[in-house]
């Protein structure tokens, strides 16, 4: 049973800060690629940003130079630090675990900026 838990979204202003962990279990994430995802009200689901297991970073245009993508592969987390938020980041955040072709997802976490 692989389990994906996400944790840390809220409610901020924009420029604040938040970070977004997600903790998994019934996979070993040493072994995936593991990225965030976002889906904002109207939108299609984005890739923010996602670290393979070699360490390789990928961060969406949209997000690069604010947002940092990590893991720690001992406690079976990655994380998503969001700097700098705007009101456009605005979404329900999700953590994905991909090995070939089977991705894990967990359930969301909502992420809003608003004034």
């Known amino acids: 049973q692989v389990q994906l838990v996400e944790s840390g979204g809220g409610l901020v202003q924009p420029g604040e800060s938040l970070r977004l962990s997600c903790a998994a279990s019934?996979?070993?994430?040493?072994?995936?690629?593991m990225g965030w995802y976002r889906q904002a009200p109207g939108k299609e689901r984005e890739l923010v940003a996602f670290?393979?297991?070699?360490?390789?970073?990928y961060y969406a245009d949209s997000v690069k130079g604010r947002f940092t993508i990590s893991r720690d592969n001992a406690k079976n987390r990655v994380y998503l630090q969001m700097n700098s938020l705007k009101p456009e980041d605005t979404a329900v955040y999700s953590c994905?675990?991909?090995?070939?072709?089977?991705?894990?997802w967990g359930q969301g976490t909502q992420v809003t900026i608003s004034s």
């Open positions: 994905n675990a991909q090995r070939g072709v089977r991705s894990n």
């Open positions: 019934g996979i070993i994430t040493s072994n995936y690629a």
């Open positions: 670290i393979t297991s070699g360490g390789s970073i």
